[in-house]
C-alpha cells in the first residue's frame, strides 16, 4: 500500500486487474463468438436475392441451361433435336412426289380430256396429296420419305404428336394445285419460296413451318 490508496499491483499499467489475463479471440467489445457460429472472412461478399451479375460476368447464351446441366450442344435447337438439312428435306419430298404419282396417273387414266373433268381431277388429286401428308404426320410424325432418309415431324413447342389441324396448316401450299391451268405453276412458286427460306433459317424451318405455329422436321 503506498500513499494516496493506489496500489500498483491492483491496478497495473493498462487498467487491467493484476493476474488476470486479456482477451482472446472476442470482438472490439470483448464478446466471445458463440459455438458453431461462422466468422465471414475478410473481403467476402454473400450473394443477395436477385442481384444483378457483376460487371463483365458472362451471360448465359440462348438456348442454353441458366444453371449449366443441360447445355444446347451446338446443330441442336432448343428441343434437343438436329434440324434436317435442306438437301435431305428435298429429297424426301421427291419421294412423297413418287409415291403420289402412282394413284395420280390412275386417276388421270380414268378421266377424259373435258374441261369439268380436269377440274375435278385437281380438286381430286389435292384432297389426295392433303389426305397423305395429314395422315401420315398425324398417324406416325412422318411420311414415307422422310421415314427412308431419317427425318421426323415435331409439333409446334418440340411435342412428337402433332394434330391434323396444325398438319393441314403446313401442307396447305399444296391446295394451290386446284386453281385451272396455273395451280402447278403457283404450287411449285411456293415449294421454292420454303426452300430459300428453310436455307435462311437458323433452325431449317420454312415459312409453312411458322404458319403452323412453329413445326419443325429434325433428324430421327
Not at 150 to 158: D, E, F, S, T
Not at 159 to 169: C, E, G, H, Y
Not at 182 to 194: P, R
Request: charged fraction near 10%.
Amino acid at each position: 500500500m503506498t500513499s494516496g490508496g493506489y496500489d500498483p499491483n491492483q491496478y497495473p499499467q493498462g487498467g487491467q486487474p493484476y493476474g488476470q489475463p486479456y482477451p482472446q479471440g472476442g470482438d472490439q467489445y470483448g464478446q466471445q463468438p458463440q459455438y458453431g457460429q461462422q466468422q465471414p472472412q475478410y473481403g467476402q461478399q454473400q450473394p443477395q436475392y436477385g442481384q444483378q451479375p457483376q460487371y463483365g460476368q458472362q451471360q448465359p447464351q440462348y438456348g442454353q441451361d441458366p444453371y449449366g446441366q443441360y447445355p444446347q450442344q451446338p446443330g441442336f435447337n432448343a428441343y434437343g433435336g438436329q434440324p434436317g438439312d435442306l438437301g435431305t428435306r428435298i429429297g424426301a419430298r421427291v419421294i412423297d412426289a413418287i409415291i403420289l404419282m402412282i394413284p395420280y396417273f390412275i386417276l388421270y387414266i380414268l378421266v377424259n380430256n373435258s374441261v369439268g373433268l380436269t377440274i375435278g381431277l385437281g380438286l381430286v388429286w389435292t384432297l389426295v396429296q392433303l389426305g397423305y401428308f395429314v395422315g401420315m404426320e398425324t398417324s406416325q410424325g412422318t411420311t414415307l420419305g422422310k421415314k427412308i432418309l431419317g427425318l421426323k415431324v415435331l409439333a409446334p413447342g418440340g411435342a412428337a404428336k402433332i394434330d391434323p389441324v396444325t398438319s393441314l396448316k403446313r401442307n396447305a401450299f399444296v391446295a394451290a394445285n386446284i386453281i385451272p391451268c396455273v395451280g402447278g405453276l403457283v404450287s411449285l412458286g411456293l415449294a421454292i419460296y420454303i426452300m430459300v427460306t428453310i436455307s435462311q433459317d437458323p433452325n431449317k424451318q420454312g415459312w409453312h413451318d411458322k404458319f403452323a405455329g412453329g413445326t419443325q422436321v429434325v433428324k430421327a
